[in-house]
């Protein structure tokens, strides 16, 4: 179901396939204006000058939307079940929507620190891989926990997470069956189950779910437009994958990006505190830095609180899906760009590659014209 061409239809029907929980829309959606524009930018790939239109059919664009400036300036949909209403399955760029939220609660006080050990707030992991490694570990990635993140290995430790999600076990067990790998904080390792436990100890800190806190901490002040929903697994109890089963129409996701361009603020309130929005562009932490991720991690990111960051002059960073989902930032151009995609595999670093170039070109454009 998530191979071409089924995966167009699958990655807009995710409530379809399993239990969900819905986000709902703001009562007063926020304002979004729009002044369309034509995307006349080019980039160079692959030996010759792309244009948008080749973008989208060489990457699989589904959704896409340009903000500048707080300005829709773009909205398309080329994929053939796609639609401004539509919500779309988002993968691990639901990371980036729970580390948001898991700065709010900390702003709150309902977490304490992100010196907290995970154990604290999520007891039924003593004697786990996760019995030692704190907060600010998972947010980083650095947990020490778990294998390769590889789609392609059954017995790979996300494998075994999404097999419990469709009902084949329980997700807990698939979390307590990660061993550790190396000591905590020292080893760049992206993890979704770091980012599924994440989840849970901001459910166990907050009293609620995430779907319900995502509600009312962040899809409300943003004025969202449309319901969002996270997926559920099947098996019992229910939970919600906080590392990748986030579903929101384009135009909500390109709200929640200029949220995080105009330093967490929406509506004259601040809805994420300014510095965690700070330390999602980049930590400073040499190991995370833009190129520093290590072998099999394409070059051009870095990493920072569950976000990708693209360093720079501009610390423009983005939150990133398997099947090629991006949530591009850039604050200092004050553009956000929404792509939801439909790639034939769940990672592919030449799509992710011509991706990257062509939107680093299409902010460059924007900036340029003023």
């Known amino acids: 179901m998530t191979r071409r061409p089924l995966n ?9 396939l399993l239990p969900s929980e819905p986000v709902p829309r703001a009562a007063r959606p926020g304002s979004l204006p729009s002044a369309p524009r034509p995307l006349d930018f080019t980039y160079e790939w692959d030996g010759a000058t792309r244009t948008p239109a080749e973008l989208h059919a060489r990457t699989r664009t589904t959704g896409f939307a340009v903000v500048h400036r707080g300005r829709l300036v773009h909205e398309a949909y080329p994929g053939r079940f796609a639609a401004p209403d539509r919500r779309f399955q988002l993968f691990s760029l639901t990371k980036s929507v729970t580390s948001a939220l898991l700065g709010i609660a900390l ?12 154990v604290t707030y999520c007891p039924y992991l003593a004697g786990s891989a996760f019995d030692g490694p704190t907060v600010e570990d998972l947010l980083q990635m650095t947990s020490g926990a778990g294998g ?17 999600v469709t009902g084949r076990g329980t997700v807990l067990d698939a979390v307590r069956s990660v061993r550790p790998e190396t000591r905590p904080g020292t080893r760049f390792n992206y993890s979704t189950i770091d980012s599924q436990v994440l989840g849970w100890v901001l459910e166990a800190a907050t009293g609620r779910s995430l ?36 579903n929101a129409t384009v135009r909500d996701l390109a709200r929640f990006g200029l949220l995080m361009a105009r330093g967490g603020r929406a509506g004259g309130r601040q809805v994420v505190p300014e510095p965690w929005v700070e330390r999602s562009r980049g930590t400073g932490l040499p190991h995370l830095e833009v190129g520093a991720l290590g ?14 960051t693209l360093g720079g002059p501009n610390r423009a960073f983005t939150g990133l899906g398997i099947h090629g989902q991006y949530l591009w930032i850039d604050p200092v151009a004050d553009v956000v760009v929404v792509k939801t995609s ?6 592919d670093p ?5 991706t990257a170039t062509a939107l680093t070109a299409l902010v460059e454009r924007l900036a340029a014209d003023g």
């Open 211 to 246: 779907a319900r806190y995502a509600a009312e901490r962040l899809w409300q002040p943003i004025g969202a437009e449309f319901d969002a929903y996270y997926a559920l697994s099947r098996s019992a109890p229910r939970t919600a994958v906080g590392g990748g089963s986030f």
């Open 8 to 16: 167009e239809w699958t990655f807009t029907h995710m409530s379809l």
């Open 342 to 347: 439909a790639w034939p595999v769940a990672d």
């Open 295 to 308: 072998e099999g991690w394409p070059g051009g990111y870095g990493y920072a609180n569950q976000w990708w």
């Open 350 to 354: 030449e799509l992710d590659g011509e």
């Open 148 to 164: 390769e993140e590889d789609y392609e290995d059954p017995d790979a430790p996300v494998n075994r997470l999404m097999r419990a």
């Open 107 to 118: 702003a709150e006080g309902a977490i304490g620190s992100t010196d907290d050990k995970v």
